[in-house]
T-cell receptor, first 113, second 112 residues
Framework: KAGVTQTPRYLIKTRGQQVTLSCSPI?????VSWYQQTPGQGLQFLFE???????NKGNFPGRFSGRQFSNSRSEMNVSTLELGDSALYLC????????????FGPGTRLTVL | DQQVKQNSPSLSVQEGRISILNCDYT??????FLWYKKYPAEGPTFLIS?????DKNEDGRFTVFLNKSAKHLSLHIVPSQPGDSAVYFC???????????FGKGTSLLVTP
């Protein structure tokens, strides 16, 4: 069974631009979560989607948004990029909500210049 | 506000010995705890979890201990192998939600 895939793997943008990252969960998984990893803050929860609905949201500004499609694929968007948005963005999928193991993708490395 | 803390950024252990990675948390609402392992250029991989109703969970060479009164958990790896060299993240979640709160990780190096 294929794992969680994220595209693109690497991205370079400039301040003020916007970016869209994509995540395809493991087949059959309906829950998708997004995390931001930076050296200073570690892994921080962005949001979680289940059945196209955002169930949980972390403490990030409104510039960070996401959505989930009917096939469970998910996208996250960051608008008006800032230098501090440079990070590894990780997507994780799980079968369902609740106490299920989350499987992580390899991440998208975003660099904002 | 970091609710899950891994105070040791790095740890070096000899092959065959025990590795003990520690994690502290501040939120008393956390009731589910997990350990993930991460290699460079890969996403974190689930290792082992423990519910707050237990104080120990074992899976092969990996054992997680939970001390609720101290708000402390630890991961023991016995015996340690060079392939265990990676960054280990402790994570916790509340009953009311499923968002994982991660520590900043401990980099484990197992030397031959």
């Amino acid at each position: 069974k294929a794992g969680v895939t994220q595209t693109p793997r690497y991205l370079i943008k400039t301040r003020g631009q916007q970016v869209t990252l994509s995540c395809s969960p493991i087949s059959g998984h309906r829950s998708v979560s997004w995390y931001q990893q930076t050296p200073g803050q570690g892994l921080q929860f962005l949001f979680e989607y289940f059945s196209e609905t955002q169930r949980n949201k972390g403490n990030f500004p409104g510039r960070f948004s996401g959505r989930q499609f009917s096939n469970s694929r998910s996208e996250m968007n960051v608008s008006t990029l800032e230098l501090g948005d440079s990070a590894l963005y990780l997507c994780a999928s799980s079968l369902d909500v609740g106490r299920n193991e989350q499987f992580f993708g390899p991440g998208t490395r975003l660099t904002v210049l | 506000d970091q609710q899950v803390k891994q105070n040791s950024p790095s740890l070096s252990v000899q092959e065959g010995r025990i590795s003990i990675l520690n994690c502290d948390y501040t939120n008393s609402m956390f009731d589910y705890f997990l350990w993930y392992k991460k290699y460079p250029a890969e996403g974190p991989t689930f290792l082992i979890s423990i519910s707050s109703i237990k104080d120990k969970n074992e899976d092969g060479r990996f054992t997680v201990f939970l001390n609720k009164s101290a708000k402390h958990l630890s991961l023991h790896i016995v015996p340690s192998q060079p392939g265990d060299s990676a960054v280990y993240f402790c994570a916790a979640s509340e009953n009311s939600g499923y968002a994982l709160n991660f520590g900043k990780g401990t980099s484990l190096l197992v030397t031959p």
